[in-house]
């Protein structure tokens, strides 16, 4: 629901983002037509007029051979030339103050259309992160829910080959109907894994993991109301298999200020997951442009092309902190936007990055 939700604004405000864009480039092709035009006529007011003053001379000319006779005729004919002067500079003044201001307002309305460009990755990158915000938001729910399971609880106050055999039983039962997932792991204290949802896959069951970041944190958690969001890692008892690993303790009675027995890690299969969201952002020209998510390192960890994941760090230009826009060396608009979190997760300072290359 909320994805889709998402999709629906993103659709909306491409769409008023669009028409911005094609009422900025009419303006700017109806701007040009009139300067071409006011050029156009103001050279053929300036070569009628020097018709004129061609003619005002050969008037002068002729005059000077009446004589007498001609006198009023060369009066004439001098008023004729010094309009005609008159219009010619007219002329050349139009010109050069049309060419001007013409030329201020198409550079107002690509000023106008850069910024308008600009708020729309901006907006794009916000969607793409807050889509992967509340979704890993669903995660810390998960967790906590979960390590309050009584077979989870039993498995940890009192490890046997039968209480793991029941734990892996119920958590395969969430497995099954929570596909987003690779695998849950209960580990005891110690960081042996006691059981796990899908033991038929991953014989992980007997594994340490104490010396992984994640459980290090895990086991300084305060209470059963908090929990561990870890960042994309690959993990090697997972098939090496990119993953976001969510913490919570297992309690006593399954209370959230019960005595620590143990450790919840459920493993968020994290690369199809972000694909479909940085693949879905509604960009221009998905050929020219690039979606990325980045880690607070400025690691990608999600490309619409599927380049770099994990091991290309991107060069961020963070002159605003929060969000922005900006042209890299290459000429690329970049918009950008930092994580602005969901509910109680506040996120891990990741940044949702759209890499335009339309011009």
Not at 174 to 182: E, P
Not at 195 to 212: E, K, S
Not at 309 to 323: I, S
Request: aromatic share 6%; net charge neutral; with cysteine.
């Amino acid at each position: 629901m909320c994805a889709a939700a998402v999709r629906r604004v993103d659709a909306v405000a491409e769409s008023g983002a669009d028409d911005r864009v094609d009422v900025s480039a009419l303006v700017v092709r109806l701007t040009s037509e009139v300067d071409e035009v006011a050029r156009g006529k103001t050279r053929e007011i300036q070569k009628i007029t020097s018709q004129m003053k061609i003619l005002a001379l050969n008037a002068l000319i002729e005059s000077a051979r009446a004589g007498k006779q001609g006198a009023g005729f060369a009066v004439v004919a001098q008023e004729v030339r010094a309009v005609g002067a008159q219009i010619e500079q007219i002329a050349r003044d139009l010109e050069v103050q049309l060419t001007k201001r013409t030329g201020e307002l198409i550079d107002s309305i690509g000023n106008m259309t850069e910024r308008s460009r600009g708020d729309r990755l901006v907006d794009l990158a916000l969607n793409a992160v807050e889509l992967i915000d509340r979704n890993l938001y669903e995660r810390t729910c998960d967790v906590r829910w979960w390590a309050t399971d009584s077979a989870v609880v039993d498995c940890a106050s009192g490890p046997s080959p039968r209480a793991a055999a029941h734990a892996s039983q119920r958590l395969g039962v969430i497995l099954s109907a929570y596909t987003v997932y690779l695998d849950l792991w209960l580990c005891g204290l110690d960081g042996t894994i006691l059981a796990n949802g899908r033991p038929d896959r991953f014989t992980v069951a007997g594994q340490n993991v104490a010396g992984q970041d994640w459980f290090k944190q895990a086991l300084r958690l305060h209470s059963g109301d908090d929990y561990v969001a870890g960042n994309i890692r690959r993990q090697p008892l997972l098939a090496d298999a990119q993953v976001a690993t969510y913490c919570a303790s297992i309690r006593s009675e399954g209370r959230s200020d019960g005595a620590p027995l143990g450790v919840l890690a459920i493993h968020f299969d994290w690369e199809p997951q972000a694909k479909a969201i940085v693949q879905g952002v509604r960009v221009d020209d998905p050929n020219r442009s690039r979606v990325l998510l980045l880690d607070a390192d400025r690691r990608v960890i999600a490309a619409s092309d599927g380049r770099g994941c994990l091991g290309e760090r991107f060069p961020l230009q963070t002159a605003h902190p929060r969000n922005g826009t900006y042209r890299d060396s290459s000429g690329a608009l970049i918009g950008f936007h930092l994580t602005p979190g969901y509910e109680t997760y506040r996120g891990l300072g990741w940044y949702g990055v759209i890499v335009s290359r339309g011009d």
